[in-house]
């Protein structure tokens, strides 16, 4: 039973996979492998933006506020988040950006993990 517990950091285990911790790019039979969801603890630079908007969103996305203050632009609406805890959520369809206005940690949660889906 015990391969399919795994214990890390999140910062040292991000590092190795772009801020991703859990999701369909991880191994199979790996406990992090998952179809379902994926994870990221994303480490953010002031300053650091996605500068390309996302377009044509297939998935469902929560982004909590760790530290720092963390912008996501929305159509129509740009959500500042300032204080940890933080959070905002968004569906199927919603194209977004971001920006790190100070050194920002963010979880997020997107879900389902779809293979293959990549923003450069």
Sequence with gaps: MSDHIY????AADAAGDRGWLLGHFKPPGDPRHSDEV???WG???PGDERAQ???GEERTALLVLISGRFRVELPGRSVLLSEPGDYVVWGKGVD???RAEEASTVLTVRWPSVPGYRVG
């Design 38 to 40: 994926e994870i990221k």
């Design 7 to 10: 214990v890390g950091n999140a």
């Design 43 to 45: 480490v953010h630079p």
């Design 96 to 98: 977004h950006s971001w």
């Design 53 to 55: 908007w996302v377009k």
